[in-house]
């Protein structure tokens, strides 16, 4: 067991064993390209780790990690999204008077956490991921403390993430007391007592607290501004990103045990935060003359549309996080990199008037920025727009309208603010006092990152197919992974011919996903709704007696109609295929 172990263990070992390496490094010879080389060698080796698939029984590193699939996705979209920054901030911090080596210290710590907190199971390895991510940002936000906004956003940052840490902590406490467990996999029904209920309740909404602080929901946001506009720009990148889509991450996993129909609570929270986030996000931005300050706030848009196709639930909702939230990875970074090129020892390119003139002085990256604002506005051609497509369908399919028109309207007015940094960006300048501050050349480090990130941008946007397969493969199949505590699921045919009314049953599975409303019943007569919304009843339908039925959660949709000509199926315990009827 212990080699099959340590090759799950090996991206977070391959991390760690680099953050020693270079801390030695340094202490003897500092060089500012030898320790970047050190960085990414490190992150490359760990992304090479990510390649080899050990064939175990359980990805289970004892019961804190789990390094399956879905951790093994995430992993590798730090790792990459480390590099971006890595690569980023070299030119960045070579125009600056600070010590460069400790730097990437604490950009690999901080992504250490990250990856623990995506590969996390049990809430102890949920908070020491989160504090090893929080402690590294607190001083990555204060890196260029002669910046006079610098030591503000950390003291902030580090007041109010201490304040979430508190309330995370406590709503573990509740919930454990309640449920008697801090294993995600083992929380997944409330207790029999109402008052161990109301416990359990609390403490989920303490954690949602926790949570909502970390991805900047309203009203947990007010740090999100201040924060982004005085941390360094490559920084500021890697909060947007790398913080929030850990976070995300583990949200998802947490609550993929959890039906949140079913607790209608814990539904209206959230939905309320998508609404408030939505709105307060997009209107907030269209104040803002700093762009750092209009990418925050539209990061908080960005992080409540993610909560709709979140509410929504099903493999097509997650395929819909998913691929959301890898565009957002990308355009972030694409966005934020070229404040990050624009900047000069003097100070960022934060003020929309810096950014007037722009093509007529740096044509390629104007039009690299223009392309990511595009994708952060959902314009076709861009991975942005295949994801609010994906996000649309999703709360489509599970009929969450309300949420789906505020969506509408808030990407609307996001429209707005994006265009008009655009438009400026393509202006005649008043003065020449924004062209003086830029640095003369852009360092070839960061140019070709930019350049990679915008192909992969319009790569997402017109052939997102290969991602949405793998994304199906890894993250799809780990969530709906079967759990002891479901009891039987049954497919029937849905066809009129001879076999209508047929079922199949299998041994016991863990979670099921689902798009699609059928209806059928039980032995006694009652109605089984698979899905979501009002159940879409068959023609000539037939009361059938299942036998076998003890509990039904809904049905996983495991290959388009074309794959298995328009029937259904589902995995056993073992994780193999099973059969399926064929729509006649």
């Known amino acids: 067991m212990i080699g099959p172990t340590l090759t799950l263990l090996a991206p977070l070992a391959a991390v760690a064993v680099t953050v020693v390496v270079v801390m030695i490094v340094v202490s003897f010879h500092r060089s500012h390209g030898v320790t970047l080389l050190l960085t990414l060698a490190g992150l490359a080796v760990a992304w090479l780790a990510l390649l080899r698939r050990p064939i175990v029984s359980s990805h289970s590193v004892t019961v804190l990690l789990v390094f399956d699939d879905y951790a093994r996705f995430y992993t590798g979209l730090v790792l990459a999204a480390t590099a971006a920054v890595s690569l980023l901030s070299f030119g960045y911090l070579e125009r600056r008077n600070e010590r460069r080596e400790e730097y990437y210290l604490l950009l690999l710590l901080a992504s250490l956490g990250s990856i623990v907190l995506v590969a996390a199971a049990h809430f102890a390895a949920l908070f020491l991921g989160l504090e090893l991510l929080s402690v590294s940002l607190y001083a990555l936000i204060a890196y260029t403390r002669t910046y006079e906004h610098s030591i503000e956003a950390a003291v902030k940052y580090l007041v109010l993430a201490a304040v979430s840490a508190a309330f995370l902590l406590f709503g573990m406490a509740l919930v454990y007391a309640a449920l008697g467990t801090m294993e995600f996999g083992r929380m997944t029904a409330m207790p029999a007592d109402a008052a161990d209920q109301a416990v359990a309740l609390a403490g989920l909404g303490l954690i949602v607290v926790g949570f909502g602080f970390k991805l900047a929901l309203v009203p947990f946001h007010l740090w999100t501004p201040d924060v982004y506009q005085g941390a360094p720009a490559p920084v500021t990148a890697f909060v947007a990103t790398v913080s929030k889509g850990a976070m995300f991450a583990v949200l998802l996993r947490y609550f993929s045990a959890v039906d949140l129909r079913a607790h209608h609570t814990l539904f209206l929270i959230f939905a309320i935060l998508a609404i408030a986030s939505m709105a307060a996000g997009n209107l907030l931005a269209l104040l803002q003359r700093n762009v750092k300050r209009m990418l925050a706030y539209s990061s908080i848009a960005h992080l409540g549309y993610l909560l709709v196709a979140f509410l929504a639930s099903g493999v097509l909702a997650t395929t819909a996080i998913t691929f959301y939230l890898v565009a957002y990875f990308v355009t972030m970074l694409g966005a934020f990199g070229v404040v990050t090129v624009l900047s000069s020892a003097d100070g960022e390119a934060q003020e929309l008037d810096e950014y007037r003139g722009l093509f007529a002085r740096r044509p390629w990256l104007s039009a690299i920025f223009t392309a990511m604002l595009l994708s952060l506005a959902g314009i076709p051609l861009t991975a942005g727009f295949v994801g609010k497509f994906y996000l649309t369908v999703a709360a489509g399919g599970a009929a969450l309208w309300s949420l789906l028109v505020v969506m509408m309207i808030a990407s609307g007015i996001g429209l707005f603010y994006y265009l008009r940094v655009v438009v400026a960006m393509f202006m005649e300048p008043e003065t020449a006092a924004s062209a003086g501050r830029e ?39 780990e969530l709906v992974r079967p759990r002891p505590e479901a009891k039987w699921v049954v497919f029937y045919s849905l066809g009129d011919g001879p076999d209508k009314g047929i079922y199949y049953d299998a041994h016991p599975i863990q979670q099921m996903s689902y798009q699609l409303t059928m209806l059928a019943y039980d032995m006694n007569g009652e109605p089984l709704s698979f899905g979501h919304g009002a159940p879409l009843r068959l023609r000539n339908e037939t009361q059938l007696g299942f036998k076998q039925v003890k509990w039904i959660k809904g049905v996983e949709f495991v290959a388009d109609f074309a794959d298995i000509g328009g029937g259904y199926g589902g995995y056993n315990q073992d994780h193999e295929f099973f059969g399926y009827r064929q729509s006649i």
């Not at 997102?464 to 799809?476: E, F, K, N, Q, Y």
């Open 439 to 477: 640095p003369a050349q852009v360092p070839l480090a960061a140019g070709v990152t930019l350049v990679a990130l915008t192909v992969a941008l319009i790569w997402l946007g017109v052939y997102p197919a290969p991602l949405i397969r793998l994304i199906r493969i890894s993250v799809i199949g």
